[in-house]
């Protein structure tokens, strides 16, 4: 079975920066819409960034203008550029693909078991 495997994750001050990264385990078609999402204890899980299949990105408002998403499609890999992190960033963070039909063709969802962030102050 096919996961998402997420890296980058780790330690820092506030104000730093992190880059997550987001692959499949083994090469696949992977035509997704890609989510990073992420979850403190105690917190709900929330949606932090998308990028669809033809590259248009949204953003939470929380990370707006410090958070950018992108995707390599040549090394089918999303990334999450974090930048300014603030306390409040420290989560598990983890990316998931929205099933759904991409130029006709079908690719099922799929799921990563996260990095973790801890941004200290």
Same mark, same amino acid.
Not at 64 to 92: P, W
Not at 97 to 114: F, H, L, M, V
């Given at each position: 079975?096919?996961?998402?495997?997420?890296? /980058?994750?780790?330690?820092?001050?506030?104000?730093?920066?992190?880059?997550?990264?987001?692959?499949?385990?083994?090469?696949?078609?992977?035509?997704?819409?890609?989510?990073?999402?992420?979850?403190?204890?105690?917190?709900?899980?929330?949606?932090?960034?998308?990028?669809?299949?033809? /590259?248009?990105?949204?953003?939470?408002?929380?990370?707006?203008?410090?958070?950018?998403? #992108?995707?390599?499609?040549?090394?089918?890999?999303?990334?999450?550029?974090?930048? #300014?992190?603030?306390?409040?960033?420290?989560?598990?963070?983890?990316?998931?693909?929205?099933?759904?039909?991409? #130029? /006709?063709?079908?690719?099922?969802?799929?799921?990563?078991?996260?990095?973790?962030?801890?941004?200290?102050?």
């Amino acid at each position: 079975q096919v996961q998402l495997v997420e890296s /980058g994750g780790g330690l820092v001050q506030a104000g730093g920066s992190l880059r997550l990264s987001c692959a499949p385990s083994r090469s696949i078609f992977m035509p997704n819409t890609m989510d990073w999402y992420r979850q403190a204890p105690g917190n709900q899980r929330e949606l932090v960034a998308t990028i669809t299949n033809l /590259g248009t990105t949204n953003y939470a408002d929380s990370v707006k203008g410090r958070f950018t998403i #992108s995707k390599d499609n040549a090394k089918n890999t999303v990334y999450l550029q974090m930048s #300014s992190l603030k306390s409040e960033d420290t989560a598990l963070y983890f990316c998931y693909a929205r099933a759904g039909y991409y #130029s /006709g063709r079908y690719s099922p969802e799929y799921r990563g078991q996260g990095t973790q962030v801890t941004v200290s102050s």
